[in-house]
């Protein structure tokens, strides 16, 4: 098993015929992904990559049996791009695109409310099942199938921890990129849950940074339902404090949000967190012995 | 992105937000036109970007024409943390019957925008957050546009104690709403909002804060953009697509993404080293960026070594390789460098450097200890 896609997910492209898009789209096919459809309006009846382009999700979904979408489309069309995708029932929206503004994003995720379809991102890297599908920008041989679930909220980062793993012969179930924005679809406590009833993930690794609370919702939540080995690594100790927006800010969050303050409420819930990405192979082996 | 107190109470005005009569001056004379407009007593507020502005002296009550020459010169010589001073706002002083705390914003953690609201305003509000947290009300718009108007008066009665200023209350956060909506607003927030004794409201602060992932749709804000806010490097990163600052050391960090240019800076930290820098180039890197990043760099007379790691996925390391030639041949590069590459087209960035006699590492270990070793 794996979380969240495998080798039945059927992948339509949102900015199909996009630079990045397109590129992507190749790239996917290439892993071995079942991508079945692209939808860019106004393009419906062209061909990339020999996947057929459609100008509506709707209508993608009905004709290719659709049930993951992936985001490619500039910032400003992106919310449009993501509302559509819920209104079609699309079980899975993974959105790549980065500088969305924050308000579209309450409006999406206000959408999102009552529905089945979850979001991962938006401005993330995807995620990857290796052996089975990849859904993102990631690239894809660094993977390796086998038992440790990686969930993390950067890109390049989450990489650097999977390269180490596969070196060392710790094979991945499921890798998944959170996205780096304040307001993300899934978040670390969503995916552990999956990873946590995910037959084929033995131990998790978890790769967070300085701002927003997930770090210590997650902690929380390990605590109290994670019964699977968990390893840690957070990155911006050295980070400058952040620029603070004016009182409010204060207020709204209840925590710290910097690197300490995050790895201590994680060790304190029963996770190793390490110093460097390259120490973590080495805790897992331990861990899963 | 921020804007001054004038700009955003000129916004509040816009959105029939009530305000103190006044004009921003920058000369003595225009103060003088202004103070004559609008009568004794007055207070005049420095216009800086940074907190802690009535404790640095920035803000003065004037009550005639030799107290406003006084004090007007005095404040424009004043420098608030690093920054002169260079405008003033000048509006009517009031005497003060109540202030309140108003501000609407988002909590990421709810997905949500949010109100807040306490009857203890004023400069110790997060004092206030801290020890007295019941006294900071606040109210989640659930997605909504507009106040829902059910659940609205368990919100509005705890804060405003009769009718009229309920009225007057929720009109005041429905404007600031519509703000915040029409602008892509991160912060709109009312720092007293007061009542003076003859019964009158006034937003006697005003400060603004917006998205900068929205600004794309607003000129106009971005007209309003104050650059002396914003370190030089910093702002020419920007405007070439690059993620930067500065730090206190001596090794400068080129890395291509946030999360692992942070952990980058950390490890050099941890190995004994001084990161000098955070520098993320971003995905799908041309020459060009590693050429202007590094030229960047090079320009803190602080560097002592050079590190570039990247890990290619989008980005391709054969282009990292070609700008650190191009750089190379352009700049005068008098510090070592180590680079790292691993990923998308490694092969041939290793090949296109070794010729330069450039050496590589594939281990982030190995040359972050190869770099804090050569800056000491």
């Given at each position: 098993?794996?979380?969240?896609?495998?080798?039945?997910?059927?992948?339509?492209?949102?900015?199909?015929?996009?630079?990045?898009?397109?590129?992507?789209?190749?790239?996917?096919?290439?892993?071995?992904?079942?991508?079945?459809?692209?939808?860019?309006?106004?393009?419906?009846?062209?061909?990339?990559?020999?996947?057929?382009?459609?100008?509506?999700?709707a209508e993608?979904?009905?004709?290719?049996?659709?049930?993951?979408?992936?985001i490619?489309?500039?910032?400003?069309?992106?919310?449009?791009?993501?509302l559509?995708?819920?209104k079609?029932?699309?079980?899975?929206?993974?959105?790549?695109?980065?500088?969305?503004?924050?308000?579209?994003?309450?409006?999406?995720?206000?959408?999102?409310?009552?529905?089945?379809?979850?979001?991962i991102?938006?401005?993330?890297?995807?995620?990857?099942?290796?052996?089975?599908?990849?859904?993102?920008?990631?690239p894809?041989?660094?993977?390796k199938?086998?038992?440790?679930?990686?969930?993390s909220?950067?890109?390049?980062?989450?990489?650097?921890?999977?390269?180490?793993?596969t070196?060392?012969?710790?094979?991945?179930?499921?890798?998944v990129?959170?996205?780096?924005?304040?307001?993300v679809?899934?978040?670390?406590?969503?995916?552990?849950?999956?990873?946590m009833?995910?037959?084929?993930?033995?131990?998790?690794?978890?790769?967070?940074?300085?701002?927003?609370?997930?770090?210590?919702?997650a902690?929380?939540?390990?605590?109290?339902?994670?019964?699977?080995?968990?390893?840690?690594?957070?990155?911006?100790?050295?980070?400058?404090?952040?620029k603070?927006?004016?009182?409010?800010?204060?207020?709204?969050?209840s925590?710290?949000?910097?690197?300490?303050?995050?790895?201590?409420?994680?060790?304190n819930?029963?996770?190793?967190?390490?110093d460097a990405?390259?120490?973590?192979?080495?805790?897992?082996?331990?861990?899963?012995? | 992105?921020?804007?001054?107190?004038?700009?955003?109470?000129?916004?509040f005005k816009?959105?029939?937000?009530?305000?103190?009569?006044?004009?921003?001056?920058?000369?003595?004379?225009?103060?003088?036109?202004?103070?004559?407009?609008?009568?004794?007593?007055?207070?005049?507020?420095?216009?800086?970007?940074?907190?802690?502005?009535?404790?640095?002296?920035?803000?003065?009550?004037?009550?005639?024409?030799?107290?406003?020459?006084?004090?007007?010169?005095?404040?424009?010589?004043?420098v608030?943390?690093?920054?002169?001073?260079?405008?003033?706002?000048?509006?009517?002083?009031?005497?003060?019957?109540?202030?309140?705390?108003?501000a609407?914003?988002?909590?990421?953690?709810?997905?949500?925008?949010v109100?807040?609201?306490?009857?203890?305003?004023g400069?110790?509000i997060?004092?206030?957050?801290?020890?007295?947290?019941?006294?900071?009300?606040?109210?989640?718009?659930?997605?909504?546009?507009?106040?829902?108007?059910?659940?609205?008066?368990?919100?509005?009665?705890?804060?405003?104690?009769?009718?009229?200023?309920?009225?007057?209350?929720?009109?005041?956060?429905?404007n600031?709403?519509?703000?915040?909506y029409?602008?892509?607003?991160?912060?709109?927030?009312?720092?007293?909002?007061?009542?003076?004794?003859?019964?009158?409201?006034?937003?006697?602060?005003?400060?603004?804060?917006?998205?900068?992932?929205?600004?794309?749709?607003?000129?106009?804000?971005?007209a309003?953009?104050?650059?002396?806010?914003?370190?030089?490097?910093?702002l020419?990163?920007?405007?070439?697509?690059?993620?930067?600052?500065?730090?206190?050391?001596?090794?400068?960090?080129?890395?291509?993404?946030?999360?692992?240019?942070?952990?980058?800076?950390?490890?050099v930290?941890?190995?004994?080293?001084?990161?000098?820098?955070?520098?993320?180039?971003?995905?799908?890197?041309?020459?060009?960026?590693?050429?202007?990043?590094?030229?960047?760099?090079?320009?803190?007379?602080?560097?002592?070594?050079?590190?570039v790691?990247?890990?290619?996925?989008?980005?391709r390391?054969?282009?990292?390789?070609?700008?650190?030639?191009?750089?190379?041949?352009?700049?005068k590069i008098s510090?070592?460098?180590?680079?790292?590459?691993?990923?998308?087209?490694?092969?041939?960035?290793?090949?296109?450097?070794?010729?330069?006699?450039?050496?590589?590492?594939?281990?982030?270990?190995e040359?972050?200890r190869?770099?804090?070793?050569l800056a000491?």
């Open positions: 098993m794996s979380i969240l896609i495998d080798q039945n997910t059927r992948l339509l492209v949102q900015g199909i015929t996009g630079r990045d898009g397109s590129f992507h789209a190749q790239k996917m096919l290439e892993y071995g992904t079942k991508v079945v459809a692209g939808v860019t309006p106004g393009k419906g009846g062209q061909e990339v990559s020999a996947v057929p382009v459609f100008n509506t999700v993608a979904k009905e004709k290719t049996k659709a049930n993951t979408a992936v490619y489309v500039p910032a400003k069309f992106a919310k449009d791009a993501m559509e995708d819920i079609a029932g699309i079980e899975l929206i993974v959105c790549i695109t980065e500088g969305i503004p924050t308000l579209d994003m309450v409006d999406v995720m206000h959408a999102l409310n009552g529905t089945k379809t979850r979001l991102g938006p401005n993330c890297p995807g995620l990857i099942s290796p052996g089975k599908s990849k859904v993102g920008i990631m894809g041989h660094i993977h199938s086998g038992p440790i679930g990686v969930v909220r950067s890109g390049t980062l989450t990489y650097e921890v999977v390269y180490n793993l070196l060392n012969n710790l094979g991945q179930s499921s890798c990129g959170l996205g780096g924005d304040p307001i679809g899934m978040r670390f406590v969503d995916v552990l849950e999956l990873f009833h995910d037959n084929e993930t033995k131990a998790i690794v978890m790769v967070g940074e300085i701002g927003g609370e997930d770090e210590q919702m902690a929380e939540y390990i605590w109290k339902h994670i019964k699977k080995p968990v390893v840690g690594f957070i990155a911006g100790k050295m980070a400058p404090k952040g603070r927006m004016g009182h409010a800010g204060a207020i709204i969050s925590g710290e949000s910097t690197a300490e303050a995050k790895i201590k409420v994680l060790q819930a029963g996770v190793v967190v390490v990405p390259d120490e973590i192979p080495a805790v897992l082996s331990k861990k899963l012995k | 992105m921020k804007i001054h107190e004038y700009q955003a109470t000129a916004l816009k959105f029939n937000i009530p305000v103190l009569p006044g004009e921003v001056a920058t000369q003595l004379k225009e103060a003088q036109a202004i103070a004559k407009q609008i009568g004794y007593p007055l207070v005049l507020k420095a216009q800086v970007l940074v907190g802690g502005r009535g404790k640095a002296g920035g803000i003065k009550v004037v009550r005639n024409s030799e107290d406003l020459v006084k004090n007007f010169e005095q404040l424009k010589k004043l608030i943390k690093g920054y002169p001073v260079e405008r003033i706002l000048i509006v009517r002083a009031i005497d003060i019957k109540k202030e309140y705390y108003v609407v914003t988002i909590d990421p953690t709810q997905n949500d925008v109100l807040i609201a306490s009857v203890a305003g400069v110790d997060e004092e206030t957050a801290k020890k007295n947290p019941q006294a900071i009300k606040k109210f989640y718009l659930q997605g909504e546009h507009t106040i829902d108007l059910k659940r609205w008066p368990d919100f509005i009665y705890s804060i405003f104690p009769d009718k009229a200023s309920q009225e007057l209350g929720t009109k005041i956060f429905q600031l709403i519509n703000l915040f029409q602008y892509d607003c991160s912060l709109a927030e009312i720092n007293p909002l007061v009542q003076d004794r003859g019964g009158e409201w006034h937003a006697a602060d005003a400060k603004i804060n917006f998205d900068d992932n929205a600004l794309f749709r607003h000129g106009d804000i971005q309003m953009s104050d650059p002396k806010y914003e370190e030089i490097e910093e020419e990163a920007k405007q070439q697509g690059l993620s930067f600052v500065k730090l206190d050391g001596n090794v400068g960090c080129i890395v291509n993404g946030a999360g692992l240019a942070m952990a980058t800076v950390d490890i930290k941890l190995f004994g080293g001084n990161p000098a820098n955070f520098l993320d180039v971003g995905g799908s890197s041309s020459p060009e960026k590693v050429l202007n990043a590094l030229k960047i760099i090079l320009r803190n007379p602080k560097i002592k070594a050079i590190l790691n990247i890990f290619g996925g989008i980005t390391c054969d282009d990292i390789a070609n700008g650190i030639l191009a750089a190379r041949q352009q700049l510090v070592p460098m180590v680079v790292r590459l691993t990923g998308t087209n490694e092969e041939q960035a290793k090949a296109i450097l070794a010729k330069e006699k450039i050496s590589t590492y594939s281990s982030m270990r040359a972050i190869k770099v804090v070793e000491k």
